[in-house]
């Protein structure tokens, strides 16, 4: 992409994802940092003057908690981590709120898991709440609900946090700021001959092979959950920055200047149901297709038809997200299905019009409608 391209792209985002650190929330050495905190709300305050809605994904509860607790690095213990968060949040959000409200500003707590945004209907209540905090000129704020998350309802880092964020709100670009200045082609703090790449047209897995390993004594992800957040809402049809929230400014990175790395959207921007589908909601089943089935969704788009389903895995009701695989077992779409696996199963190979009768009742022809399935 030219370069000069990059301001229109960008200068023209008006739902924009921010996404903070634990690192600009903290000093190096731990212990909570409220004039870093200034300084990432007064840039938030720039770009609502320049007409932009704004929703925060903050880090920082665990290292502004630590420091409050007394610790110097991040504890090993989960209740430890989770006392650190639940101390660390109430600070983080109170900060906030009074920074934001001195320039008359409302903000709102969000603390999520990832089963709220795995459940279509609270995905759904996320996002209509949103927008009426939006409509009323509130600052959403965002972190993980770290105090009840095990690993089974853990998004687990924030990147992906602000990814999911990004797609119930049809973000047009999300900005992760730490303390990086983008993606390196190597790692900067071992290989001196590293340097910045401006520009990502598409996360390939040589793009996501050059993000190493990295992080603070109080951060969770490191660049590879950056690149993975970067990739979802880029499929998504959103853009995504990732820069030096120390040396780079909000207003800078959205006018365009060459700061950071810039991952260009790639496709169409989908609709946050498509988002949910492909990227946030897990699969509870799978149906295994025959061949005539995957060519027709692959090459005409169409609906899946129970007569192309070859098996049925997995027990799940009507209204889930299920996986369709070829016969050798390749994923090759994701969709809500209008069946329960029993009936699925009773009514696969069979054509529409035996469905009534198979099913004692009248039902759509569509296992899965094109409407409701996303190609992968
Ligand atoms: N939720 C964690 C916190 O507030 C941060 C997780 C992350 O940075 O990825 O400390």
Excluded at 80 to 101: P, T
Excluded at 212 to 231: N, P, R
């Amino acid at each position: 992409m030219n370069p000069s391209l990059r301001g229109p792209l960008l200068a023209k985002a008006k739902r924009v994802v921010v996404k903070v650190g634990t690192r600009l929330l903290t000093h190096e050495k731990g212990g909570f940092a409220p004039d870093q905190l200034q300084h990432v709300v007064d840039q938030i305050l720039e770009l609502r003057a320049e007409g932009r809605e704004v929703v925060l994904v903050t880090s920082g509860a665990v290292g502004v908690g630590m420091g409050i607790l007394g610790h110097a690095t991040k504890p090993k213990q989960l209740a430890e981590k989770q006392a650190c968060a639940a101390v660390g949040q109430i600070r983080l959000i109170h900060a906030y709120d009074e920074a934001f409200s001195r320039a008359g500003v409302g903000v709102a707590q969000y603390l999520l898991t990832a089963e709220d945004f795995r459940d279509p209907e609270r995905f759904g209540n996320i996002r209509r709440t949103t927008e009426a905090l939006l409509r009323h000129g509130v600052v959403p704020i965002v972190n993980e609900n770290d105090v009840v998350g095990t690993a089974e309802i853990k998004v687990g880092d924030n990147d992906r946090l602000s990814a999911d964020v990004c797609h119930f709100l049809e973000a047009d670009v999300l900005v992760i700021l730490s303390d990086i200045d983008g993606l390196f082609t190597a790692n900067p703090k071992t290989d001196p001959a590293a340097t910045l790449i401006p520009i990502v047209a598409k996360v390939t897995p040589e793009i996501a092979a050059l993000a190493g390993g990295e992080g603070s004594i109080a951060s969770t992800g490191g660049m590879i959950t950056k690149i993975l957040a970067a990739q979802t809402v880029t499929e998504s049809g959103s853009a995504c920055v990732i820069a030096n929230g120390f040396t780079a400014s909000l207003s800078q990175i959205l006018a365009g200047s060459s700061v950071g790395t810039l991952f260009l959207p790639c496709g169409q921007k989908l609709g946050s149901r498509k988002r949910w589908i492909r990227f946030v909601s897990t699969p509870k089943g799978k149906v295994v297709l025959d061949d005539g089935a995957v060519a027709a969704l692959t090459q005409r788009r169409v609906s899946l038809l129970p007569a192309g389903i070859r098996k049925v895995v997995g027990s799940f009701a009507a209204g889930t997200v299920v996986e369709m695989t070829t016969l050798r077992g390749r994923a090759v779409a994701r969709g809500v299905t209008n069946f329960s696996a029993a009936e699925l199963t009773h009514i696969a190979g069979h054509p529409s019009g035996e469905f009534s009768e198979l099913l004692g009742r009248s039902v759509p022809q569509e296992a899965v409608h094109r409407d409701n399935l996303f190609l992968l």
